[in-house]
């Protein structure tokens, strides 16, 4: 069982908005950075979001972060085919000592 | 551009030492923690572990008796052990670079894993 908390599927007509949410606790989400990863079918994960909000170079700005006390959120605007992938949320945890992953979301887009 | 590549067996029978080797090309292992992370076929990912290049290692509370993760700084590689696996360990496993620098906020980039299957 996965200590951060995703939907395990979302989907979304081309060109709308979607937005995965990822819940956690005050030892991980509440007290450290959160990391969106994006994993398109057959292929490793590629970090998307860093440090709750911030976005590595070449990754468009349709895709965004927030956090909130014990729970982030992943958005995705002017949805795409290519954006079919599953997307999984990570995060450092502070009582474990280990970063911790959510189960992942599917994201399709209809 | 940093790139990571895994290196080792394929199939590994039960009960025997699963051994992984990432070969990092294009940085230096100093300044960063690095790490292995593993993902079940069809499941989510599940971390394993980091290594700092002077030895400081982070394992997974729930893997923590049976991992060592290795570093090898003269030949830019980190390594992974896992002792006495079983079917439930079968994964693609990733190597990753931790970032930023000196901390674990988070993984990038990533090997293109390599799939291990624990099978008699």
């Known amino acids: 069982q996965s200590m951060l908390t995703q939907p395990p599927s979302v989907s979304a007509a081309p060109g709308q908005k979607v937005t995965i949410s990822c819940s956690g606790s005050s030892s991980n989400i509440g007290d450290n950075y959160v990391a969106w990863y994006q994993q398109l079918p057959g292929t490793a994960p590629k970090l998307l979001i860093y440090d709750n909000n911030k976005r590595p170079s070449g990754i468009p700005d349709r895709f965004s972060g927030s956090k909130s006390g014990t729970s982030a959120t992943l958005g995705i605007t002017g949805l795409q085919t290519g954006d079919e992938a599953d997307y999984y949320c990570?995060?450092?945890?502070?009582?474990?000592?280990?970063?911790?992953f959510g189960g992942g979301t599917k994201l399709t887009v209809l | 551009q940093v790139q990571l590549q895994e290196s080792g067996p394929g199939l590994v029978k039960p009960s025997e030492t699963l051994s992984l080797t990432c070969t990092v090309s294009?940085?230096?292992?100093?300044?960063?923690?690095w790490s292995w992370i593993r993902q079940p076929p069809g499941k989510g990912l599940e971390y394993i572990g980091f290594?700092?290049?002077?030895?400081?290692?982070n394992y997974n509370p729930s893997l923590k008796s049976r991992v060592t993760i290795s570093v090898a700084t003269s030949k830019n590689q980190f390594s992974l052990k896992l002792t006495s696996v079983t079917a439930a360990d079968s994964a693609v496993y990733y190597c990753?670079?931790?970032?930023?620098?000196?901390?674990?906020?988070?993984?990038?980039?990533w090997g293109q894993g390599t799939l291990v299957t624990v099978s008699s």
């Open positions: 990570g995060a450092w945890d502070s009582s474990l000592f280990a970063v911790v």
């Open positions: 294009g940085d230096s292992l100093t300044n960063y923690y």
């Open positions: 990753a670079r931790a970032l930023p620098p000196g901390e674990v906020n988070c993984f990038d980039p």
């Open positions: 290594i700092y290049y002077g030895g400081t290692t």
